[in-house]
């Protein structure tokens, strides 16, 4: 699905992952679940491009549901995995605390969970290796992605900002589909370690100057990164 020139999405609103095309190369910004590999290859293709192209993949967070294609990406074509230091241990085990699943519908949560299976996310390949990343930091990829610690979904959540794709990645630090209920718009994500940090967490990102603001899971969300947070305290 292409958001704009340089700016693509890969899977759907259940789990989703996003691509940044630059003359420089690409960035990947999370890996979905293992199966939306061939959802890359295609796009790839489209682009007349191949995984030479790809610089590095940054995770938002260490979860399994983000880390699908990570590590067939870097064992195979030595594409370098970044993610924020504190998630890095969960990111290598898939070791994370136990946390309520919430308010759910049968209908979402089935879908979501076949979605799922379908896409070979029941056993998750954690990546063997990583690099760490910090708040703050500037990485050396194509499109500079700024690094903006948001804890409270995990340790180590972070948001990605490209400004020359004029989009903020946001992985699991808000939804715009809540996949256990199918409620949509601007929320709350479950399976949060800290909902309290999680919502404190947003007004790092109102200071951005970005049209999209991209959930790992939901529709992509148009519009400014300031009206965010009132908007998910409001949902929530």
């Known amino acids: 699905m292409q958001l704009g020139p340089h700016l693509r999405r890969l899977g759907n609103d259940i789990v989703a992952s996003y691509l940044v095309d630059t003359d420089e ?6 890996a979905g679940l293992p199966g939306h590999w061939h959802d890359l290859m295609r796009e790839l293709e489209t682009l007349g491009k191949s ?3 790809i ?3 940054v995770l938002t967070h260490g979860d399994s549901d983000h880390i699908g294609f990570a590590e067939r ?12 230091a504190a998630d890095a241990h969960r990111a290598l085990t898939g070791e994370k605390p136990k946390t309520p699943m919430g308010p759910m519908k049968l209908g979402p949560t089935l879908g979501f969970f076949s979605y799922a299976l379908r896409k070979n996310g029941v056993r998750a390949i954690y990546p063997s290796e990583v690099v760490e990343v910090h708040n703050g930091d500037v990485l050396d990829l194509p499109g500079s992605p700024v690094v903006i610690g948001m804890p409270g979904h995990s340790p180590g959540s972070i ?3 490209i400004p020359s794709a004029d989009a903020v990645f946001v992985g699991d630090a808000l939804t715009t589909r809540h996949v256990l209920t199918g409620r949509e718009g601007l929320q709350p994500a479950p399976f949060t370690d800290d909902p309290a940090a999680a919502s404190r967490s947003l007004d790092r990102i109102a200071g951005l100057r970005a049209s999209w603001v991209l959930p790992g899971h939901g529709a992509p969300w148009h519009g400014s990164p300031a009206d965010v947070a009132a908007a998910v305290r409001a949902a929530g």
Not at 25 to 30: E, N, S, V
Not at 73 to 84: A, K, W
């Open 55 to 57: 610089r590095g993949l």
């Open 159 to 161: 948001a990605v900002h």
């Open 25 to 30: 190369g690409i960035t990947l910004i999370d």
């Open 73 to 84: 990406l870097r064992r195979e074509h030595g594409v370098p995995v970044y993610v924020h």
């Open 51 to 53: 995984p030479a192209d």
